[in-house]
């Protein structure tokens, strides 16, 4: 357990820290509405943003029926529904914090939530 002295911001930043976390499952881990994570995550991304010595990762949504990727998608969220298949079985995008020298993953610091 994080302690609680900490915002929540620094909170979800120490935890996607070298992992790659749902929005749902950070939420469980915070003990807070996903709703609310989702909206500190914009602001998360600006920080790392500045800090040259790590990036934020993000693990794009993909649709479990087709398999089309979400890799144009600004938005931080869940989409409803696959442009492809129309399903709505659309999997959670995942969040993450590496240094800067791994090469783990898509970056995408400059994710805006329009």
Known sequence: MLPPERT???RIIDV????????YQLAQMLGIRERQVEEHL???VK?????KSRRF???PSRCQDCDFVFRDRRRLTRPSRCPHCRSEDIMAPRYGIDSAG???GPVDS???NR
């Open 8 to 10: 929540p911001r620094q």
């Open 16 to 23: 996607i820290t070298g992992t790659r976390l749902s929005s």
């Open 42 to 44: 914009t602001h998360v």
């Open 47 to 51: 920080t790392i943003a500045r800090d």
């Open 57 to 59: 990762v993000l693990e």
């Open 102 to 104: 791994s090469r783990s």
């Open 110 to 112: 400059q994710v805006s």
